[in-house]
């Protein structure tokens, strides 16, 4: 009897969980899609919705009602849309019935060796397509659908010289029921072989209207209270690179957020009253989460980098650069801001901002190569105040 009654309790017990763990993922879809990284969650899902590339775009919208593909090969710096253009181009053509089955998206930063090429995807290359069966004619009409399967091969250019000659051979044998579309930042490590059987789409860096309407339209949906001129410190940061500019943005309205929280749980009658203030994103904050070094800084070691009459340089430079070291800024962001600041000044004659660039790209490659950065940004400086020097 009470094995029997034990049992029953048990069962009870199972029946209650799994009924439970059955409703959390339902409930938990809205939570996922609110808490995934902005980047995922505002990135294009149709061809209109890419920014600031509409040659590419057009070409492609092109393409998509005539339904038939060329090879393709997307180039371009980070965050520019290269990625998020395919997938969304895969989208309108096979729809989610078929997205699965007809996509193949690999990331060959990951998986670049011949073992991929020949294993992976040449199987889905050469697998016969499968008539879609269910379809109904309402599917089938907003969705093309074509003969053919995409491989996406993100990060093309990290794969070996071998696995992109092996690749050749697969591109030419499978065309008629599988399309390649390589994604790489640097087009020239592609190699020709490869590159000459692809249409070629460059991606630019977004320009500042175009990402100042993105990033306002998420701080928008996304109900952020934004400082005059964080648009423009967002895009100067992020230097072209809206992936970038979005996640700045993310980490500032995280900050706020948690602020804000912790004020709201204190209970205080005056964090209630500075909680409108604290909600503020502010162009420090954007600064801060970059890592950009403040201009009064840089402002500091460009004045006590200026030829001396009488004396040398060395001990106003070595003060400055002390205490950029002690407050931990990178010397790779240094030489960046520096080198804008600089370069970019009409005050400073042409021949001596040629040695200047020198210093810089010898300076560039030293940090690259792992050299100590107090020493380098000193010799850096030096180097540049000498060259200001002369006469």
Not at 65 to 80: E, I, K, R, V
Not at 173 to 183: A, D, E, P
Request: charged letters at 25%; hydrophobic letters at 35%.
């Amino acid at each position: 009897m009470a094995a029997n009654f034990f049992n029953n309790k048990a069962r009870a017990a199972a029946a209650a969980a799994s009924s439970s763990s059955k409703s959390k993922p339902v409930e938990g879809k809205d939570d996922q899609r609110q808490h995934q990284p902005w980047v995922e969650k505002y990135r294009p899902r149709t061809l209109g919705d890419v920014a600031a590339q509409d040659h590419t775009t057009k070409v492609l919208q092109r393409t998509l009602q005539a339904s038939n593909l060329p090879h393709m090969l997307f180039y371009g710096p980070p965050g520019t849309g290269k990625t998020s253009t395919i997938l969304a181009l895969a989208k309108s053509l096979f729809g989610p019935a078929l997205y699965r089955a007809r996509i193949l998206e690999l990331n060959a930063s990951d998986d670049r060796g011949i073992g991929i090429v020949r294993e992976k995807i040449k199987g889905f290359a050469r697998s016969q397509l499968t008539h879609p069966t269910g379809l109904d004619e309402e599917y089938l009409s907003k969705y093309p659908c074509p003969p053919f399967k995409i491989v996406i091969l993100d990060e093309a250019d990290s794969m070996t010289q071998d696995a992109q000659s092996a690749l050749r051979r697969t591109m030419e044998q499978y065309s008629r029921i599988t399309r390649f579309c390589l994604v790489c930042n640097y087009v020239t490590r592609i190699i020709e072989p490869l590159a000459s059987r692809c249409s070629k789409f460059r991606f630019k860096s977004l320009d500042n209207s175009a990402a100042g309407e993105r990033l306002a339209e998420i701080a928008k949906l996304e109900n952020l209270n934004l400082e005059d001129g964080v648009i423009d410190k967002l895009i100067y940061c992020s230097e072209g690179d809206l992936r970038r500019a979005i996640t700045y943005l993310q980490s500032a309205g995280r900050l706020v957020g948690a602020g804000r929280e912790a004020g709201k749980k204190d209970g205080d009658e005056d964090s209630e009253m500075t909680d409108s203030s604290s909600n503020l994103i502010t162009v420090r904050s954007i600064e801060e989460i970059a890592g950009v070094i403040p201009e009064d800084v840089v402002d500091r070691l460009i004045q006590a980098m200026q030829p001396k009459k009488i004396g040398s340089s060395y001990g106003p430079v070595s003060t400055v650069i002390t205490d950029i070291v002690a407050d931990g800024w990178s010397a790779t962001q240094l030489v960046g801001q520096l080198y804008r600041r600089i370069v970019y000044n009409d005050s400073i004659p042409d021949i001596q901002k040629n040695k200047i660039v020198m210093a810089f790209s010898e300076m560039d490659k030293r940090l690259v190569d792992g050299s100590d950065e107090h020493l380098s940004i000193l010799d850096l400086a030096l180097r540049i105040s000498g060259i200001m020097g002369e006469s």
